[in-house]
């Protein structure tokens, strides 16, 4: 049984990854293409109730450490119990929120550092590493203004901007730490021109039909 593919999407808030998650997730559905869909943190019971202990703004004394070893806890839980027996067992799966995520707000919006978080992600994934990660490049101001707004529900949302331009130049830098599995993809035009791209994307690295 030859080893599964493993995509992720990133981005900042706002910039439409839902959107974009959805409309692969149709994609495959017309092309007969079976694939494992998920959300960090969560996608699985118990890293679903770390999730609500995280992103619950009533934390708000919650230590920038704590918050990157929940994260990661739940990312833990998700490897083991998910993502890794669906790997070895072919099947692509496909992940809105990973390891980059990490680094961008915790690493450098949090400012733990690269060293920290690299630590973390390496004992999370070990030989688990996405084989592509699509992140949708724009920045938090272009992102609100866009959508008309900002969402402002919970812990992470609630932060400043200036905390959510940090976290975009954090995923810059993780572009430069990894720039042949990050593909930086512009939102900006419609929703179906940045849909095309990531399909033309995946199939050229041929991990999709
Ligand atoms: P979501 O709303 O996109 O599902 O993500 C939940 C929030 O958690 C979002 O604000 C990004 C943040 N987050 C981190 O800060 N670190 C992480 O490692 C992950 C996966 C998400």
């Known amino acids: 049984m030859s080893r599964g593919k493993f995509i992720t999407f990133e981005g900042c808030e706002g910039v439409g990854k839902s959107t974009q998650v959805n409309l692969l997730k149709e994609y495959l559905n017309k092309t007969n293409q079976k694939a494992m869909f998920l959300r960090e943190p969560g996608g699985n019971a118990l890293s679903e109730k770390i999730r609500k202990i995280i992103l619950d703004p009533v934390n708000s004394e919650m230590h920038s450490l704590c918050e990157a070893m929940l994260y990661s806890a739940a990312r833990a839980q998700l490897m083991e119990q998910v993502i890794v027996p669906a790997i070895e ?65 919970d812990r992470m949302e609630l932060q400043s901007l200036d905390f959510h331009k940090k976290v975009y130049a954090g995923y810059k830098k993780a572009v430069d730490m990894y720039p042949n599995r990050i593909v930086c993809i512009s939102p900006r035009g419609n929703k179906f021109e940045t849909h095309n791209s990531i399909i033309r994307n995946l199939q050229a690295r041929g991990i999709i039909k």
């Open 89 to 153: 067992n072919g099947e692509l799966v496909i992940c809105d929120r990973f390891i980059d995520s990490t680094m961008a707000y915790q690493g450098f919006a949090r400012d733990l550092g690269v060293k920290t978080i690299t630590s973390l992600n390496e004992i999370v994934c070990g030989d688990y590493m996405p084989d592509v990660t699509i992140f949708l490049d724009l920045p938090p101001d272009e992102a609100f203004k866009r959508k008309g707004g900002r969402d402002e529900g």
